[in-house]
């Protein structure tokens, strides 16, 4: 158990449809990190917040968006679904400073969308 | 041409033996360089990371960085079943304050009793 949690494990939606997948970090740790998973494109990072701040985005696309709350969880939010979006979702987190590198991953949201 | 390419298998060997696995990349910014292990349906657990060039042992693992050739490899000795799952290399730039991982795109071993 890395100490990441993650809600829902499952999620099955509907093309067009607004899903928000849910985040809480390991106890300490500052940064959570966002990535997708599919099988052609295998884990992509998506976009990296630090103690509510956004930091850096990848390959999101503008359809999703996230947050950091003050208690540190996260918040990945998927708008206008498309059969595409279907995929693991992962949020990662790690500490501030040395050892920053070092991510820990929670247990994935699975999306489908049908 | 990917940053990070790695062989995706699949790998079957027999328990016991000693498992080879790599990936090359070629961002010379890459600075940390990590595997991972994913069990089906999982999240990613870390198993082991190194710093810029040379060789980290962690038990039966055994991780190894060329920089000059923009090569990783990771070892398992003695391998068990309980190693079968998919191992993703993944690397991270130094300094700043973002560290996104770019990952392989997984080799899945299989080791059979």
């Known amino acids: 158990d890395s100490g990441v949690t993650q809600t829902p494990k499952h999620l099955i939606t509907a093309t067009g449809q607004r899903v928000t997948l849910r985040c809480s970090p390991r106890?300490?740790?500052?940064?959570v990190y966002w990535y997708q998973q599919s099988l052609d494109q295998g884990l992509q990072f998506l976009i990296h917040?630090?103690?509510?701040?956004?930091?850096a985005k990848g390959n999101i696309l503008e359809r999703f968006s996230a947050q950091q709350f003050p208690d540190l969880h996260s918040e990945l939010n998927l708008s206008s679904l498309e059969l595409g979006d279907s995929a693991l979702y992962f949020c990662?987190?790690?500490?501030?400073?040395?050892?920053?590198?070092?991510?820990?991953f929670g247990p994935g949201t699975r999306l489908t969308v049908t | 041409q990917k940053e990070v390419e790695q062989d995706p298998g699949p790998l079957s060997v027999p328990e016991g033996a000693i498992v080879s696995l790599n990936c090359t990349y070629s961002?010379?910014?890459?600075?940390?360089f990590m595997w991972y292990r994913q069990y089906s349906r999982k999240g990613p657990e870390l198993l082991m990371y190194?710093?810029?060039?040379g060789n980290k042992e962690d038990g039966r693992f055994t991780a190894q960085v060329d920089k000059s050739s923009k090569y990783i490899s990771l070892f398992i000795r003695d391998s068990q079943p309980s190693d079968s799952a998919t191992y993703l290399c993944a690397m991270t730039k130094s300094g700043g304050s973002n560290y996104k991982l770019t990952f392989g795109k997984g080799t899945l071993l299989t080791v059979n009793p």
């Open positions: 990662a987190s790690s500490v501030k400073g040395q050892g920053a590198y070092e991510q820990y």
């Open positions: 961002n010379s910014a890459f600075q940390y």
């Open positions: 106890s300490g740790d500052l940064s």
């Open positions: 917040y630090y103690n509510g701040e956004e930091r």
């Open positions: 190194t710093y810029s060039s």
